[in-house]
């Protein structure tokens, strides 16, 4: 199993910066996919960004050009800086971890608490 603790969310104006955090209490690395996802009040969870354990990248399309996904494995950490950042960016953001477990075929998901992004126009 593996447990995820995010940081770094906040209040920021409309073409400001901030960089989340994801802790994770496991080598990342042994991690097949680690996620960033984001749910604005009345709207489903969506994907961010995320990155397989082959280092393949995937960003969702409103975030591409604005938010870099990277993470540092000597810190079992990840982030997301999120840059440009405009009013629809604003919700609690959620770092997820795919994980096989045991005999498993399929990946478990295990989430963080998440942070709360709030971008003023």
């Known amino acids: 199993q593996v447990q995820l603790v995010e940081s770094g969310g906040g209040l920021v104006q409309a073409g400001g910066s901030l960089r989340l955090s994801c802790a994770a209490s496991?080598?990342?690395?042994?991690?097949?996919?680690m996620g960033w996802y984001r749910q604005a009040p009345g709207k489903q969870r969506e994907l961010v960004a995320a990155?397989?354990?082959?280092?393949?990248?995937n960003y969702e399309d409103s975030v591409k050009g604005r938010f870099t996904f990277s993470s540092d494995n000597a810190k079992n950490t990840v982030y997301l800086q999120m840059n440009s950042l405009k009013p629809e960016d604003t919700a609690v953001y959620y770092c997820a971890a795919d994980l096989i477990i045991g005999h498993a075929t399929t990946p478990f998901r295990f989430w963080g608490q998440g942070t709360q992004v709030t971008v003023s126009s």
């Open positions: 496991r080598s990342i690395s042994s991690i097949n996919v």
């Open positions: 990155v397989t354990s082959g280092g393949s990248t």
